[in-house]
């Protein structure tokens, strides 16, 4: 019986870094042979980063790729590593794992398995694999998997692994977050490593990348689907397990499989004991996400500070709050503009919002602007009859003034809608839908209460005003204006929103459910006119299994009749 230890490197990667990437996985390579690790697995295409996307198309990126991967490679001795990158092979490009040891690329899986639905379009950038790889390691036999080679029951990498009796599967991740996201990975995996009869070390990625959020959590499975070791979520760790291995005389006959012996690190192994991260609840886990989406989103495009307009309602505060846990109090600038709509309550509450989270605010009138732009358009039509212009001009005014802080000062706006309003197209274009990133732009209304509670809970002290919290939601464009004047009350939109976007569901399919016909049909209209704004508006972040953006391909120019 002999031990063999894996460490699992779940690192941050950034997208076209290479230089950045590759100095982490030399980085978390050298701890892992520290700890006399005799393999170190990295996540899905972290040497250039994930996702790609259509830098694949370019030649110069994926020669870029083929120069860097060889690079580290001379990097590399006294430890098995395997690292996911883009593979360039006989004109065709492969999503790729490569087998380094000893200042070499012994040889390169490639996925065999292409995950096309959702975010995933790999069948636009890769060929499948075919080539089917055993790693002999002492006594240990390896199969390397990638991503979706774990996720469908039957196919090949899995009937190799079977066949060659391996003892143990390792697959390389880039598994992307939304809510219950972890568990389903669980399962997935628990039910391969059952079918299989075989452990399975799940390594994934953590960070965030555009609108998509990876949140880590790489575990290791027993062939009885139980959790041996699980890793942090919404950080980057490396995790260290130790596996028994009985002696073996297999051999392995499969001709179309290549097998790669690898050796062993001769470091003395001093006992290790598996570590448990400890789990996260459903909100906590939202949270997070949004806070390491906003802190990437921001860092890794080179800002370092950002701009939120506050108007004392509930989604600005809990964007405040976010982006203060993401970046700093520091870094973090509100903006108040009220007109004479904006209640006293309302402007006392972002006041007080700005002073518990300790950030600056500045305070900018706009009555005046919205009286001179009301002046100039008198020639054309009659402002004294209020309408919905009235109401978006005061939203485009806030959105110029936050632009125009951010073009003097370089500061990022934050947009403050949510799931809701983006659904259903209450918001305004080039108002308040202005800026660079949506932070929230995937958190339905009824959630955003549950996240300011949060919020407060976290912080043991309340941040977000409890005011705030239960006062109806209002934009203050108008008199006397609340949210449910022209919508239904959110916690039946967010259903309906739920039902129709997330599951696909019909109009009938969602009256059966018992809500009222014409509210339905009206909310599925709303949704459907409404995608031009959604195609104009800031990248936010993923937290449903189904989000505007990536997950949502939805034509403009539409006459379907919902039946």
Same mark, same amino acid.
Request: aromatic share 10%; hydrophobic share 40%.
């Given at each position: 019986?002999?031990?063999?230890?894996?460490a699992?490197?779940?690192?941050?990667?950034?997208?076209?870094?290479?230089?950045?990437?590759?100095?982490?996985?030399?980085?978390?390579?050298?701890m892992?042979?520290?700890?006399?690790?005799?393999?170190?697995i990295?996540?899905?295409?972290?040497?250039?980063?994930?996702?790609?996307?259509?830098?694949?198309l370019?030649?110069?990126?994926?020669?870029t790729?083929?120069?860097?991967?060889?690079?580290?490679?001379?990097?590399?001795?006294?430890i098995?590593v395997?690292v996911?990158?883009?593979d360039?092979?006989?004109?065709?490009?492969?999503?790729?794992?490569?087998?380094?040891?000893?200042? !070499?690329?012994?040889?390169?899986?490639?996925?065999?398995?292409? &995950?096309?639905?959702?975010?995933?379009?790999?069948?636009? *950038?890769?060929?499948?694999?075919? #080539?089917?790889?055993?790693?002999?390691m002492?006594?240990?036999t390896?199969?390397?998997?990638?991503?979706?080679d774990i996720?469908?029951?039957?196919?090949?990498?899995e009937?190799?692994? %079977?066949?060659i009796?391996?003892?143990?599967?390792?697959?390389?991740?880039?598994? @992307? =977050?939304?809510?219950?996201?972890f568990q389903?990975?669980?399962?997935?995996?628990?039910?391969?490593? !059952?079918?299989?009869?075989?452990?399975? =070390?799940?390594?994934?990625l953590?960070?965030? /990348?555009?609108?998509?959020?990876?949140?880590?959590?790489s575990f &290791?499975?027993?062939?009885?689907?139980?959790?041996?070791?699980?890793?942090?979520r919404?950080?980057?760790?490396?995790?260290?397990?130790?596996?028994e291995?009985?002696?073996?005389? #297999?051999?392995?006959?499969?001709?179309?499989a /290549?097998?790669?012996?690898? $050796?062993?690190?001769?470091k $003395?192994?001093?006992?290790? #004991? &598996?570590?448990?991260?400890?789990?996260?609840?459903?909100?906590?886990e939202?949270?997070?996400?949004?806070v390491?989406?906003?802190?990437?989103?921001?860092?890794?495009?080179g800002? !370092?500070?950002?701009?939120? +307009?506050?108007?004392?309602?509930?989604?600005?505060?809990?964007?405040?709050a976010?982006?203060?846990?993401?970046? +700093?109090?520091?870094?973090?600038i509100?903006?108040?503009?009220?007109?004479?709509?904006?209640?006293?309550?309302?402007?006392?509450?972002?006041? $007080?919002?700005?002073?518990?989270?300790?950030? $600056?605010?500045?305070k900018l009138e706009i009555?005046?602007?919205?009286?001179?732009?009301?002046?100039?358009?008198?020639?054309?039509?009659?402002?004294?009859?209020?309408?919905v212009?009235?109401?978006?001009?005061?939203?485009?005014?806030?959105?110029?003034?936050?632009?125009?802080l951010?073009?003097?000062?370089?500061?990022l706006?934050?947009?403050t809608?949510? %799931?809701?309003?983006?659904?259903?197209?209450?918001?305004?274009? *080039?108002?308040?839908?202005?800026? +660079?990133? &949506?932070?929230? !732009?995937?958190?339905?209304k009824?959630?955003? *209460?549950?996240?300011a #509670?949060f919020?407060?809970?976290?912080w043991?002290k309340?941040?977000?005003p409890?005011?705030?919290?239960?006062?109806?939601?209002t934009?203050?464009?108008? @008199?006397? /204006?609340k949210?449910?004047d022209?919508l @239904?009350?959110?916690?039946i939109?967010?259903?309906?929103?739920?039902a129709?976007?997330?599951?696909?569901?019909?109009?009938?399919?969602?009256?059966e459910?018992g809500?009222?016909p014409?509210?339905?049909?009206?909310?599925?209209?709303?949704?459907?006119r409404?995608e031009? %704004?959604?195609?104009?508006?800031?990248?936010?972040?993923?937290?449903?299994p189904?989000?505007?953006g990536?997950?949502?391909?939805?034509?403009?120019?539409?006459r379907?009749?919902?039946a």
């Amino acid at each position: 019986m002999s031990i063999l230890r894996i460490a699992q490197a779940q690192i941050n990667p950034i997208v076209g870094d290479f230089e950045y990437n590759t100095k982490k996985i030399l980085t978390y390579a050298e701890m892992a042979k520290k700890q006399a690790a005799d393999i170190v697995i990295f996540p899905e295409l972290c040497l250039c980063g994930y996702p790609p996307e259509d830098l694949l198309l370019k030649r110069s990126f994926l020669e870029t790729c083929m120069k860097v991967i060889k690079e580290l490679s001379a990097s590399v001795k006294d430890i098995a590593v395997v690292v996911g990158y883009p593979d360039c092979c006989d004109e065709k490009v492969y999503n790729a794992a490569a087998i380094i040891q000893d200042k !070499k690329i012994l040889s390169v899986y490639h996925k065999m398995e292409l &995950a096309n639905y959702g975010v995933f379009d790999e069948k636009r *950038y890769f060929k499948e694999g075919s #080539r089917l790889i055993a790693l002999k390691m002492g006594d240990a036999t390896i199969v390397p998997t990638i991503g979706e080679d774990i996720w469908i029951e039957g196919n090949v990498p899995e009937r190799f692994t %079977k066949e060659i009796k391996a003892d143990f599967v390792i697959n390389l991740s880039a598994s @992307p =977050f939304h809510a219950g996201k972890f568990q389903l990975r669980v399962d997935v995996g628990r039910s391969f490593a !059952k079918r299989s009869g075989c452990p399975l =070390f799940f390594t994934n990625l953590v960070g965030g /990348q555009d609108e998509l959020v990876f949140d880590g959590g790489s575990f &290791a499975l027993s062939s009885k689907g139980e959790i041996i070791s699980c890793a942090r979520r919404f950080c980057e760790h490396i995790l260290f397990t130790d596996i028994e291995i009985k002696p073996s005389n #297999r051999v392995i006959k499969n001709k179309d499989a /290549q097998i790669v012996e690898l $050796k062993l690190s001769s470091k $003395k192994k001093e006992p290790i #004991r &598996a570590y448990l991260a400890d789990k996260v609840s459903p909100i906590e886990e939202i949270y997070y996400a949004l806070v390491l989406g906003t802190r990437d989103y921001v860092t890794k495009n080179g800002f !370092k500070k950002v701009l939120i +307009g506050l108007s004392g309602g509930i989604d600005s505060s809990l964007v405040a709050a976010i982006a203060v846990d993401a970046l +700093g109090k520091e870094n973090v600038i509100g903006v108040t503009m009220p007109s004479k709509f904006t209640s006293s309550e309302t402007l006392a509450d972002a006041e $007080k919002l700005a002073k518990n989270l300790g950030i $600056k605010l500045i305070k900018l009138e706009i009555w005046s602007i919205y009286e001179e732009y009301l002046k100039v358009l008198s020639k054309v039509f009659d402002t004294s009859i209020h309408t919905v212009a009235h109401e978006n001009i005061q939203a485009r005014i806030r959105g110029n003034l936050l632009m125009a802080l951010s073009n003097r000062f370089g500061y990022l706006v934050l947009t403050t809608g949510n %799931k809701s309003e983006t659904a259903v197209g209450y918001c305004t274009l *080039y108002g308040d839908t202005a800026g +660079g990133f &949506a932070v929230i !732009k995937d958190v339905p209304k009824t959630m955003v *209460y549950e996240l300011a #509670r949060f919020v407060n809970r976290i912080w043991a002290k309340e941040i977000i005003p409890e005011s705030v919290i239960k006062r109806p939601p209002t934009a203050e464009l108008r @008199p006397n /204006q609340k949210d449910e004047d022209s919508l @239904p009350p959110y916690h039946i939109l967010d259903r309906i929103i739920h039902a129709y976007v997330e599951e696909d569901k019909g109009v009938d399919e969602i009256i059966e459910e018992g809500f009222d016909p014409e509210v339905v049909k009206n909310v599925i209209m709303m949704i459907d006119r409404n995608e031009y %704004k959604r195609r104009q508006s800031p990248p936010g972040i993923k937290i449903t299994p189904k989000a505007f953006g990536k997950d949502w391909r939805f034509p403009i120019t539409n006459r379907y009749i919902k039946a």
